[in-house]
């Protein structure tokens, strides 16, 4: 029963694999501005404490665009059922069969004809 556990949560994982990629680039991006903001920090404080304002109202509106950006991406996660229906339909677009290759080639079907075409020819 371990191994269905596992087996499932990998699937959500690779189902979720560019949400959970925002995530670690918000953490990453939080990381490193936060770190850099703590050094200006502590320079302004000493320093000139009245111009501390301005990069506070840049590192907050930063941090919050990204809060946003990743609350945002939320929404489009999904349980594990779901998720084995994404993993699915991503194997099934990649692995499709050989009739809808030769289709692609469109000097093999000649008559195929855009829209514009047959609005243009009627």
Do not use: Q
């Amino acid at each position: 029963m371990n191994w269905l556990k596992t087996a499932a949560i990998g699937i959500w994982i690779r189902a979720h694999s560019d949400l959970l990629f925002r995530a670690l680039v918000s953490l990453g991006i939080f990381w490193i501005l936060n770190s850099v903001y703590s050094k200006y920090e502590a320079v302004l404080l000493v320093t000139n404490p009245e111009k501390l304002f301005i990069p506070l109202y840049i590192y907050t509106f930063i941090i919050l665009i990204l809060v946003i950006w990743t609350l945002l991406s939320l929404r489009w996660v999904s349980g594990i059922s779901v998720a084995k229906k994404k993993v699915a339909a991503r194997e099934s677009f990649t692995n499709k069969s050989d009739e809808y290759k030769k289709i692609a080639d469109v000097k093999n079907y000649p008559k195929l004809k855009t829209k514009k075409d047959s609005i243009i020819e009627s």
